[in-house]
């Protein structure tokens, strides 16, 4: 692969997810190197995993994979995340990280763009459908829920796309397109996990691959840095 040119300094980078495409990888990675990343000039605002709380205030999301878990993030979490945004230094390179936010539509996106304020930078990852809901459908029974067969909870996502938020970020073109109407599609990277064989993606190295591409996308971080 061609060699991957850091956005520049002073950007806020947005990696929206979506769901499922080796994010929390990629967070775990950032999180537990937050001192390192500041070294470098990249800011990963917080204490924890990564921004739901802070984002789903912005966003106006409750969160949870089950009803009864559902929250509402309170003002304060959002107005934390852009305190932490504001005070940092002007040619710092901001990492925003929330999986959800790949299913806003394209004017709640301008608005969240809007709030963070300055030059935004999206990443997405996209992962084969075919892999993606099979793990999403996992994911929901593991949580508690009971989606049915997996081959009728797929179409029924699959004939819901149109219909609201909830599967909107399986549409991968109208995705990436939407963000691109938002902060144009320079600003724009897709991380795309190998079509061919997903099924091998951990034993292959590729959840480490992704972080160390993520880190050097941000800023110009040794290739050790994500290992």
């Not at 990443?123 to 809901?133: D, F, I, K, N």
């Not at 219909?163 to 549409?171: I, K, M, N, Q, W």
Request: glycine fraction near 10%; hydrophobic fraction near 45%.
């Amino acid at each position: 692969p061609g060699a991957v040119r850091p956005v520049p300094a002073g950007t806020r980078v947005l990696q929206i997810g979506p769901f499922k495409t080796r994010t929390t990888a990629i967070q775990h990675a950032a999180s537990g190197r937050r001192a390192e990343l500041a070294a470098r000039g990249v800011v990963y605002p917080g204490t924890g995993l990564n921004h739901r709380w802070g984002c789903s205030a912005l966003a106006g999301f409750r969160w949870g994979w089950t009803k009864a878990e559902a929250e509402m993030a309170g003002p304060a979490h959002g107005e934390a995340l852009l305190r932490e945004i504001g005070l940092a230094p002007g040619n710092a390179r901001i990492w925003i990280s929330y999986e959800r936010l790949a299913v806003l539509d394209e004017a709640a996106a301008r608005q969240l763009c809007e709030q963070v304020g300055g030059r935004v930078h999206v990443v997405v990852g996209l992962r084969p459908l075919r892999s993606l809901l099979a793990s999403e459908w996992q994911q929901m029974i593991k949580s508690g829920r009971r989606p049915g067969a997996l081959d009728e909870w797929a179409q029924r996502a699959l004939d819901a796309i149109g219909e609201g938020t909830a599967a909107r970020h399986l549409d991968h073109a109208a995705l990436v397109e939407r963000w691109a109407a938002v902060v144009g599609a320079d600003a724009v990277t897709c991380i795309v996990l190998d079509p061919e064989h997903p099924e091998t993606s951990a034993r292959s190295g590729l959840a480490d691959r992704l972080r160390r591409r993520a880190a050097r996308i941000i800023a110009r971080v040794p290739s050790h840095a994500g290992r």
